[in-house]
């Protein structure tokens, strides 16, 4: 069974560039979690949707950033324009219903710099 | 505001000795705690939990202990093998009911053969 899948797992760009980040998450899970780690802060949750709609986005950072859910089955995070302090590990993460839907199940991640 | 936090960036243990993860937690409402692993360039993977109406649960070597009187609660591994050096943090829901974690800053491990 296929975990939570990110594209790109690297991504390198210039301040001022649009960078999209993309996430599958696990088959069934109706949950979706975009994190942001970095040294200072530690894993931050950016923003959480339930069924596809966006529930709390009070994590994203600026209006730079936006992310979308257009079906149970993708997700993406858009920083436009990116700027230095936006290079960090990039994480989603996905949750099922019930009992176990405290349990979020992380992808790999993208890292992302901006130089 | 952290409200969960680990103040230990870093510990070290010997192979086939106990390592203890600490952790607490400034939200008496916290219901529910989880423990997730980290390996290098991968993502965080769910090891272990405990609900508060419990004060200890137990996975093969791993042993979760909650003290709500404290806010504290420990992760311990037992033996500990080289194969746990990896970062380690713990995390609560944001309130009842909530699917949203908070997590603490990590604590990285090393089990040294």
């Known amino acids: 069974d296929a975990g939570v899948i990110q594209s790109p797992r690297h991504e390198v760009t210039e301040m001022g560039q649009e960078v999209t980040l993309r996430c599958k998450p696990i088959?069934?899970?109706?949950?979706l979690f975009w994190y942001r780690q970095t040294m200072m802060r530690g894993l931050e949750l950016l923003i959480y949707?339930?069924?596809?709609?966006?529930?709390?986005d009070s994590g994203m950072p600026e209006d730079r950033f936006s992310a979308k859910m257009p079906n149970a089955s993708f997700s993406t995070l858009k920083i436009q324009p990116s700027e230095p302090r936006d290079s960090a590990v990039y994480f989603c993460?996905?949750?099922?219903?019930?009992?176990?839907?405290?349990?979020?199940?992380f992808g790999p991640g993208t890292r992302l710099l901006v130089l | 505001d952290q409200q969960v936090k680990q103040n230990s960036p870093s510990l070290s243990v010997q192979e086939g000795r106990i390592s203890i993860l600490n952790c607490d937690y400034t939200n008496s409402m916290f219901d529910y705690f989880l423990w997730y692993k980290k390996y290098p360039a991968e993502g965080p993977t769910f090891l272990i939990s405990i609900s508060s109406i419990k004060d200890k649960n137990e996975d093969g070597r791993f042993t979760v202990f909650l003290n709500k009187s404290a806010k504290h609660l420990s992760l311990h591994i037992v033996p500990s093998q080289p194969g746990d050096s990896a970062v380690y943090f713990c995390?609560?829901?944001?309130?009842?009911?909530?699917?949203?974690?908070?997590f603490g800053k990590g604590t990285k491990l090393s089990v040294i053969p």
């Open positions: 995390a609560a829901p944001r309130g009842a009911g909530s699917y949203q974690l908070t």
């Open positions: 993460a996905s949750s099922a219903r019930g009992n176990l839907g405290l349990t979020q199940y």
């Open positions: 088959s069934g899970h109706n949950s």
């Open positions: 949707f339930n069924n596809n709609v966006p529930i709390d």
